[in-house]
């Protein structure tokens, strides 16, 4: 799991006290904000009021690969209720994250959802007991469009304060390490690509085969973890990782 997925202890402390103010009126709950890439879900982030013990136990055994919440939350947009009952609707016979969230008295709640423009899914989980669960949840549901609003501004903020962060950051040798990134070919590629050129104009301005140019576009789109050729020019762009000739 990377150690440096949203990591900064006063960022997420300030959105844990953001959420604790938020979630007030519904009572001593339970919450869960989460961030994970869909890409990658080894790039992990919670922030919440559960027992440290279970989140520790969670990040460990990289539950999320196979929590059925989770699994489910990454096919929907909707907000959904939850119980143990939904490992069976899933079809899934993983039930040991369950099997040990019942220790810590996890047995049902209520999951809202949001597919952001970095690729990354985020979740507002509050969770209900045998005591409050049909209060909460009778509550939940006549609020659900404030706590999904909420889950919107929660992660809005959490980006903008990760974004001035590191815009406040002084340059380093990571940030040079970055310009880097690619062999000097492989920058050839991106800048023409980036001025609009073709992958025939390429092959006929550095003198080179059509299919070397195709072959070195595809080491870039690997490098940089994107799915296509378009996708790594504007991340080359909108990052600085491209050289000028």
């Given at each position: 799991m990377s150690d440096s997925f949203f990591n900064d202890e006063i960022i997420n402390n300030s959105i844990k006290t953001h959420l604790n103010n938020n979630l007030k009126d519904y009572g001593d709950v339970i919450y869960a904000y989460t961030i994970m890439k869909k890409k990658n879900l080894?790039?992990?982030c919670a922030i919440s009021n559960y027992p440290d013990e279970w989140i520790n136990i969670y990040k460990k055994n990289s539950y999320?690969?196979?929590?059925?919440?989770?699994?489910?939350?990454?096919?929907?947009?909707?907000?959904?209720?939850?119980?143990?009952?939904?490992m069976i609707s899933s079809s899934l016979q993983l039930v040991e994250?369950?099997?040990?969230?019942?220790?810590?008295n996890i047995i049902s709640g209520y999951t809202f959802i949001l597919h952001d423009c970095n690729n990354n899914l985020a979740m507002l989980s509050i969770l209900m007991d045998n005591k409050t669960g049909n209060i909460l949840k009778k509550k939940i549901e006549e609020n659900q469009d404030k706590l999904q609003l909420?889950?919107?501004?929660?992660?809005?903020?959490?980006?903008?304060l990760y974004k001035g962060k590191n815009?406040?950051?002084?340059?380093?040798?990571e940030s040079e390490s970055?310009?880097?990134?690619?062999?000097?070919?492989?920058?050839?590629?991106?800048?023409?690509?980036?001025?609009?050129?073709?992958y025939s104009e390429i092959a006929i301005i550095l003198g080179i085969r059509l299919c070397t140019v195709k072959f070195h576009m595809g080491?870039?789109?690997?490098?940089?973890?994107?799915?296509?050729?378009?996708?790594?020019?504007?991340?080359?762009?909108?990052?600085?990782?491209?050289?000028?000739?």
């Open positions: 080894t790039e992990y999320q690969y196979t929590d059925p919440v989770v699994i489910k939350a990454l096919n929907n947009f909707l907000p959904f209720f939850w119980t143990e009952k939904i994250v369950f099997n040990i969230a019942k220790e810590y909420l889950l919107l501004n929660t992660h809005d903020t959490l980006i903008s815009e406040a950051a002084p340059k380093n040798s970055k310009k880097e990134k690619f062999s000097p070919r492989e920058n050839e590629f991106l800048y023409w690509s980036s001025m609009g050129k073709t080491n870039i789109v690997k490098k940089l973890g994107v799915l296509n050729a378009k996708h790594a020019i504007r991340l080359g762009i909108e990052s600085q990782l491209i050289n000028p000739l």
